[in-house]
């Protein structure tokens, strides 16, 4: 039972292990919508709205490359809003967090990209530098929501929205989600 117990907390706080149809895979082309947000409102929650969003990511060994697969999701079975704020300024908040979260994916796949990997320690590797990724974007999301005051502050989630955009225009060389790195 306590074995139980441990696994439903780590699934339920890991934003990287979500089933496939419950989640968004980020792209250019498909916006959040207010249908993407399902989970029941939380109406005691100090939030308006939350998007959950993570990373799913996948690596598996052959011969003497790593295959990666690294996505930015959103849960939307974990994501909610309550309905007096469903308008488009409060969207466009949570959908520069699901953006944020495809900055750091790609800076992830960067990251990984230029790393050397050890053959017999690869998997710790992987686990470390996604795990200081996971961190610094923790980091960034709160900063967001500190500077635009949870999107009360439209000066400052302009330039949120110029911030992101511009990261992710940096790193569009690492936007596909599919790559291989050689081992050492």
Known sequence: MKKLYILLI?????TFLFSQGNIIKWSEDRPLT???FKEIVKNNHWAIAISNCGMNRTSQIFGDSIYFEIEAVLNKDKSW???E???DYV???EQLHFDLTEVFARKLR???SNYFFENNSYNDQIDRL???NHSQLKIMNQL???ETDLSNNTEMQNIWRERIDKELLELKDYKETKFKVKLN
């Open 110 to 112: 960067k990251t990984i």
């Open 81 to 83: 809003v309550k309905s």
């Open 91 to 93: 969207l466009q908040h």
């Open 144 to 146: 967001y929501d500190d």
């Open 130 to 132: 996604y795990n200081e």
């Open 34 to 36: 207010w249908n993407d």
């Open 85 to 87: 704020y469903k308008n």
């Open 10 to 14: 780590f699934l339920l706080n890991c």
